[in-house]
């Protein structure tokens, strides 16, 4: 445990702000060192509630039992390795890690190689994803087939315009006569060339 983090510690025990906390650090605080005053304050807050004869919830850490960061727990190596082991993925790394997604989250910013890392490895399984649906593409199944092509189509095919639901870029290109025509399908309604023809056979009133 650091100089600093003691006095974060005794910063926050003894119930000065943030800002005061950083005026004795004479710095702004880290993301750990937040994290620190935090988590300082809430077992705080839960020691007196035990003081009070109140029931604490099982598993929540007390003043004297205060949860230590992931570095404090933690080799460099060891952090690596969970990552590596959960494939990149933060649920599965934190509960490896036994520790909060604020925890790791401030691992991740700290740490540029993990964080990376867990990206890359995030890609692999979207990389397995589109393995395993190119696999069912060919698959002998023509309802399976069927139903991944029309997913492949609705979603990596919408710039070659394969979607449900017209973009507004190709009715803005319909002309105030196809709408027309359209309507008049709707309504069964005839078209104009349909009335002219009519118009044209309807026999004409005799002259006399």
């Known amino acids: ?7 974060i510690q005794a910063s ?37 509630r035990q ?3 109140q029931k604490i919830p099982e598993g929540m850490p007390l003043a004297q ?14 952090v690596e390795e969970a990552i590596e082991r959960c494939h990149g993925r933060w649920p599965l790394i934190a509960r490896a890690l036994n520790c909060s997604y604020r925890q790791l989250g401030v691992w991740m910013e700290n740490h540029k190689k993990h964080r990376i890392l867990a990206n890359s490895l ?3 399984l979207v990389d397995q994803a589109e393995e395993a649906v190119w696999q069912l593409l060919n698959s002998d ?11 492949v189509l609705k979603t990596l095919g919408k710039g070659r315009g394969w979607s449900e639901a ?4 190709v009715f803005q290109q319909i002309t105030a006569e196809d709408k027309a025509v359209q309507i008049r399908n709707i309504f069964g309604m005839p078209q104009e060339k349909e009335r002219e023809s009519d118009a044209d056979e309807k026999p004409q009133d005799d002259a006399d």
């Open 1 to 7: 445990m650091t100089d600093d983090t003691r006095r």
């Open 51 to 53: 003081q009070e004869g």
């Open 141 to 151: 199944d023509p309802a399976l087939k069927k139903d991944m092509a029309k997913f």
């Open 122 to 124: 995030r890609e692999e």
């Open 166 to 169: 017209p973009s507004s870029a």
């Open 65 to 78: 039992d205060r949860m230590p960061s992931l570095a404090e727990r933690y080799t460099e190596r060891q």
């Open 12 to 48: 926050a025990l003894a119930g000065l702000t943030a800002r005061e906390t950083e005026a004795v650090l004479g710095r702004k605080f880290t993301p750990e060192d937040r994290t620190e005053f935090d988590r300082t304050k809430a077992a705080m807050k839960l020691k007196a």
